[in-house]
């Protein structure tokens, strides 16, 4: 990823952290919400790389299931819980944020604000999932949380309920042999590495993503229910049709994670409509919108299959999309084909 760039500070120079970079970009109240993530973000990677030490399978293990359902009917894991407590929390103690829409949660959770803190200094909606990839805790394989900042514009739902273009900062954080927050401010992509003074600094700037990768990552598993012209992408990918390039498979299951190594190596993560989900089983504001801002702003591309996935529109929060991302030629391919599929039906 580069070379470490460095700020001068007297005569040495030092790493410049999540909170210096947008301090420096964006406003001050900015700055204070990417300060919220990355000390949430801090303690969730903590709570992780120590969660082999608990009794795994006894009652004071981290890892397993909290025996609570949330609202999307799935069993929440105790570091789901905890992930999102905190980050609520954290986000709470900032002034300029109004509300959290959370996966894990419903509705949205409004703050109230004391005295002394005017409602319209509350300007931001923090939106996001607090830890994706759950199924892989138990197992100790990469998790990740995602984020997407909105500006509130009255009704906390409506704003978030904006199309996805609308998204003033966005990014994850993947909990992995190092923790790494990748975000953008609608200017480029950073990525600020955990170091061992227990901060996020800069450690790659400007990111691009290839124009064209040598992986596709999918659940092929669903295969056979997924609509044909994305089976035909997939065999075109394998039989080396575009470009020449015979593709490789890789799929981790934790879509930051999957996520990440499309956006540093090339190629496309695709979650298509299947007969069990035909809107698809990913979730639009906080999982495809954040990832397609970064992968955009990395000049790679993300679509539902005929849409760009900015410009979808959600009719309600927790709604689900089908998501395809990643370097621009294979979305491209991938969404011209669908397109002409959809020509052919009429
Ligand atoms: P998980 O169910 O483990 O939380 O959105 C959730 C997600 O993981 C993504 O992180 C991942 O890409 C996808 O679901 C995996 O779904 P499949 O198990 O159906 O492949």
Known sequence: MGKQPTMTEGAGTRAVTVEEYVAARASAGLAEVFGAIAAAARQIERKIRLAGLGDIYGAGSIYGA????????????????????????????????AAVVSEEDEGPVVFERGSGVRDSDAEFVVVFDPLDGSSNIDVNVNVGTIFSVVRRVGDVVASVLRAGTEQ??????????SAVMVMTLGEGVAAFTLDEEDRFVLTAEGMTMPEQGPY??????????WPEVYREFVRGLVAGELGGQEYGARYIGSLVADFHRT?????????PPT?????????????????AMVAEQAGGAAVDGEMRILEVRAAGIHDRTPLVIGSRTEVEALRKAVLKTAEEVE
């Open 66 to 97: 909290a025996g609570v359902v949330n609202v999307q009917g799935e069993q929440q894991q105790k570091l789901d819980v905890f992930a999102n407590d905190l980050l609520t929390e954290l986000l709470r103690g900032v002034a300029s944020v």
């Open 168 to 177: 003033v900062a966005a990014g994850y954080v993947l909990y992995g042999p």
């Open 216 to 225: 596709y990552s999918a659940n092929q598993a669903n295969a056979a229910s």
């Open 263 to 271: 956006l540093l190596k090339g190629g496309v993560f695709l979650y």
């Open 275 to 291: 007969k069990k989900a035909p809107r698809g089983k990913l979730r639009l504001l906080y999982e495809a919108y954040p990832l």
